[in-house]
């Protein structure tokens, strides 16, 4: 049975780096190659309003084999170079329904 997961990532950083990072990732294509992958059922970035230096992104999977798969792609090191070159931190949460 597959049993979808939600993952948020809180990405911070400083001077409106944590959005320069959500437009960088979405103008190179690299959101659309993440949407088009087996099992996504969702990838977007939103804007807290009361914290203009973190992007909240919600990420949901099919299952865990989706995710893994996504996170052995080499996608992963370009997701990282990024993340590295506008000094970003991040916090996760992850969501899955109760069986």
């Not at 001077?15 to 969702?42: C, H, P, Q, W, Y």
């Not at 000094?87 to 109760?98: D, I, S």
């Amino acid at each position: 049975m597959n049993t979808p997961i939600t993952i948020h990532i809180f990405y911070t950083g400083k001077n409106g780096s944590a959005r320069d990072f959500a437009r960088e990732m979405t103008e190179s294509g690299l959101v659309a190659k993440i949407r088009a992958e087996e099992g996504n059922l969702g990838y977007a970035y939103y804007h807290p309003a009361e914290d203009p230096e973190t992007v909240l992104l919600i990420d949901r999977w099919r299952d865990q084999g989706a995710i893994d798969a996504h996170h052995k792609s080499p996608m992963m090191a370009e997701i990282a170079a990024l993340r590295k070159k506008y000094g970003l931190k991040m916090r996760v949460e992850r969501f899955c329904p109760a069986d």
